[in-house]
Nanobody, 120 residues
Framework: QVQLVESGGGLVQPGGSLRLSCTAS????????MGWYRQAPGKQRELVAM???????????NYAADVKGRFTISRDNAKTTVYLQMNSLKAEDTAVYYC??????????WGQGTQVTVSS
């Protein structure tokens, strides 16, 4: 089992920045991917950014088209915390952001969600 705890959401003006953090605990060694999804009111949950291990010491990242160039996903050396740096925020980025971890055995884990509101 993997447990995920998020932090860093809040209210920010358009053009501003926020950094989300997600710390994993439990069966950390089984995690092969960590990332972020978001869900806006009335919409389906969508992928924002994902970091996937390549089986060695490296990893690959992918981003949703509408956040590429504005958001950056990163992870600490211990690979227990993943970050989402969000710059040039827009009103349409307003959503609940969920941390995700994929573990061996096709197990998915989710955080509780953190609200990001972009408004003047």
């Amino acid at each position: 089992q993997v447990q995920l705890v998020e932090s860093g959401g809040g209210l920010v003006q358009p053009g501003g920045s926020l950094r989300l953090s997600c710390t994993a605990s439990g069966s950390i060694a089984s995690i092969y991917a960590m990332g972020w999804y978001r869900q806006a009111p009335g919409k389906q949950r969508e992928l924002v950014a994902m970091m996937t291990s390549d089986g060695t010491s490296g990893s690959s990242t992918n981003y949703a088209a509408d956040v590429k160039g504005r958001f950056t996903i990163s992870r600490d050396n211990a690979k227990t915390t993943v970050y989402l740096q969000m710059n040039s925020l827009k009103a349409e980025d307003t959503a609940v952001y969920y941390c995700y971890a994929g573990s061996r055995g096709n197990k998915d884990s989710w955080g509780q969600g953190t609200q990001v509101t972009v408004s003047s």
